[in-house]
């Protein structure tokens, strides 16, 4: 299963949004250098407020650029960095990747998938409506979440637009995502 970087964004801001860059530094352990949400332990703002001291699983989030189209038809124009993701892919299923999934980019990038972004309210101050587009339910009642995929990094390196993204999938039993 492989894809490809279309964007790379960064914020040394809170902000929900964040600008596009040529590349960016993804640090072991760490997350984006120069990001706001970089670091050992949790930096989004709700989960430091539960506990500060929690492992940082959402070091560098990513969304599939297909998700833009999607919600394009409904009305919404999203472009890459605008829902706070650090790496906006092409052609690969992040959904579909099971927790610890390895994502090699580029070179010498590698990242471990931890689970599912949990979209927020911030996404409907963005555009209004916007988030019954990225969360919804399925036919069984279970919450369906759309807002791309968190992960830590393992190995650390450059990141740019045009990188390749292989996907290499942990050994079995399989855990689906579950948000993070």
Known sequence: MSGTVTAVSSNGEYSFTKPNRDTIRLLAGLGVEGDVHAGVTVKHRSRVAQDPTQPNLRQVHLIHEELFTEVGEAGFTVAPG???ENITTRGIGLLGLPVGTLLRIGDSVVLEVTGLRNPCLQIDHFQDGLLKQVVGRDAAGNIV???GIMS???EGGVVRPGHTIEAELP??????LDRV
């Open 82 to 84: 605008e829902l706070g």
């Open 152 to 154: 830590i990094v393992k």
């Open 171 to 176: 050994s079995g039993p399989h855990r689906p």
């Open 145 to 147: 979440r759309r807002a």
